[in-house]
């Protein structure tokens, strides 16, 4: 009777442990973010150079596109990039520097933290943080905090590319 007891309470718990592992995976799996597709517009050899590091997903890739659409018809060199390659990046090398990302398992990816953490003082951040309920966002940068709703890109690309614009020195054509 006794070991009878025990296998039930280790049957339940493997089972718990079982369930949980098949709920993380399904969650990663359905929540996770692709590669966003690395890509230039315009002269990389211009005075103006912005950044921009995302993730794909259906929202940030066309959030990308708007912004790019706004941009790409200034003399701007814009360059385009996974998050990934944010280890790689040095600030110094532009005028502005777009984050896009999602939050997973409540906290930022770890390319985009170690990032932020080391260019957080540049002055050149522009960081948007997607989130299920659209209010994380790394604490103590300015940062523009949404969920991933499709009919917002006009909108948040607005902002960004008025942040932009004022670390540019442009005023914002309206």
């Known amino acids: 009777m006794f070991r009878s007891r025990w296998s039930k309470v280790l049957l339940a718990i493997a089972t718990l442990v079982a369930a949980s592992i098949a709920f993380a995976g399904w969650y990663r799996v359905h929540y996770s973010m692709s590669v966003a597709r690395a890509f230039e517009v315009n002269d990389p050899h211009s005075a103006q150079r912005v950044l921009i590091a995302t993730q794909g997903s259906t929202f940030k890739d066309s959030l990308v596109a708007e912004i790019v659409g706004q941009l790409k018809p200034r003399n701007v060199y814009l360059n385009v990039v996974d998050i990934s390659a944010l280890s790689a990046v040095n600030d110094g090398d532009w005028n502005a520097i777009v984050i896009v990302h999602t939050w997973e398992m409540r906290k930022p990816p770890a390319d985009v933290h170690a990032f932020v953490e080391r260019a957080r ?44 614009d004022a670390l540019l020195g442009r005023k914002t054509e309206e």
């Open 121 to 164: 003082n540049s002055g050149k951040l522009v960081v948007l943080a997607t989130s299920g309920g659209g209010s994380f966002k790394i604490e103590g940068i300015d940062a523009i905090s949404t969920a991933s709703v499709i009919d917002d890109v006009p909108a948040r690309a607005a902002e960004i590319v008025r942040r932009v």
